[in-house]
């Protein structure tokens, strides 16, 4: 029985799965998920330190010509004072002297001669001073558990010494195929075949999205073939494949999950397009059959499937984010259920796809973005306010919003 769009996503929320882990360096883990938390180590600065090319001083003494008694560089272990009415030359980063309390950039003095200068603007007490700690504090979280890796995170850990850091393994998913009436894009298709574009969108969405794919092949139209290629891809996270969950004569693919001890989570999603979604699992392995129509497919995935991918990727953030923005033209909908319409955001405003057809493969190529209608939306004007949800960028969140547009 078909499930409603929240609930779809409690059971996504609700799902356990043994998340394993590996050790690899802070440069190779962009875009992985930290599976613990780590805390800075020391200050950052380590210690007060120069902010400008110029001069420390003691702040009381900013009217008067000042003596240059010593130069310090960056990396100089430097533990000079200044004494009444004398300066010390110091460079960007340098550490400054512990009684000095402001540093005057070089432009902002004159040079009287080789050893004296005056300072010829206001001087602001601890100016261009940058003070232990004031970045990042000892024992402040850097990154939590579940958090994704970027290239500010390695910013962070690079400043801490930390060189490794432990992050879950990516998602194991295979991707299958079925459907003697299709033919992959390799093969050559009779008058009376299709090529299939479902199978390669998986493929590639899911490497996309950080995964480590397997494409094992194309079953026949029985429930053996399709139940040899299921057995085979036990090892995985997760099973992809597409069409053979309807109530057709020749969809298999459901009866041979069946077979193999498949355990429903969900059969069925009260959603267009895209309603006969199954999702399941096989011992540990999750296994999500789409919708046979490519955009529906597709859509689906766009829906749920990025979701559960994040759930196995072991990230905190599993639910959609979304951006507010206008309708760029009057939009009319048949109401009764949830409705996915892909679209395009350009910055100000969301244009919906004008051609939407559930069976259609060119959608996609030309949309950036969707939103989603409540199931009682049955117009929604020009410059109406609509949610975005991103397609070929990731925008999630830990917590969970209601992304539907409403009337």
């Not at 925008?395 to 919003?401: A, N, S, Y």
Request: charge should be negative; aromatic fraction near 8%; charged fraction near 25%.
């Amino acid at each position: 029985m078909a499930i409603s769009v929240e609930k779809v996503f409690e059971e996504i929320s609700n799902i356990t799965h043994q998340l394993d882990f590996e050790i690899i360096p802070i440069e190779n883990a962009q875009n992985r998920v930290s599976a613990s938390a780590l805390y800075a180590t020391s200050e950052l600065p380590r210690f007060n330190n120069s902010a400008m090319d110029g001069y420390a001083i003691i702040h009381e003494n900013k009217d008067e010509e000042l003596e240059v008694i010593d130069t310090i560089f960056a990396g100089d272990d430097n533990t000079n004072l200044i004494k009444t009415n004398t300066c010390i030359k110091i460079m960007t980063g340098a550490r400054v002297p512990e009684n000095a309390t402001a540093i005057i950039p070089k432009e902002d003095t004159e040079k009287l001669n080789d050893n004296k200068i005056k300072i010829i603007k206001n001087v602001k007490e601890f100016q261009h001073i940058r003070f232990i700690g004031e970045d990042i504090k000892k024992n402040e979280l850097l990154l939590n558990k579940g958090d994704l890796v970027n290239f500010s995170k390695v910013t962070l850990l690079a400043s801490q010494g930390i060189s490794h850091i432990k992050v879950y393994k990516k998602p194991k998913i295979v991707v299958f195929a079925s459907g003697e009436e299709l033919k992959l894009h390799y093969e050559k298709a009779q008058a009376h075949q299709i090529y299939n574009s479902n199978t390669p969108t998986f493929i590639s969405r899911a490497q996309e999205l950080g995964c480590e794919v397997t494409f094992i092949g194309q079953a026949k139209d029985t429930i053996e073939s399709i139940k040899e290629l299921i057995q085979n891809s036990l090892n995985a996270d997760l099973i992809i494949t597409s069409g053979g969950v309807s109530v057709g004569d020749a969809d298999f693919t459901k009866a041979a999950f069946n077979e193999l001890d498949f355990k429903t989570i969900f059969d069925g999603i009260i959603i267009k397009p895209g309603k006969p979604t199954v999702f399941g699992k096989i011992g540990k392995t999750f296994i999500l059959n789409l919708p046979g129509n490519p955009l529906a497919s597709a859509l689906i995935f766009e829906m749920f499937g990025k979701n559960i991918v994040q759930k196995l990727q072991g990230s905190n953030e599993i639910f959609h984010n979304f951006i507010e923005t206008k309708l760029s033209n009057d939009l009319f909908n048949k109401k009764g259920r949830i409705t996915i319409i892909p679209g395009n955001f350009d910055g100000a405003k969301f244009e919906v796809a004008q051609k939407r057809s559930p069976g259609m493969v060119s959608v996609l190529s030309s949309c950036n973005s969707m939103i989603v209608l409540d199931e009682n939306v049955e117009k929604l004007q020009k410059d109406a306010l609509v949610k975005i949800l991103p397609i070929d960028w990731k925008f999630f969140t830990e917590k969970k919003k209601d992304f539907l547009t409403y009337e």
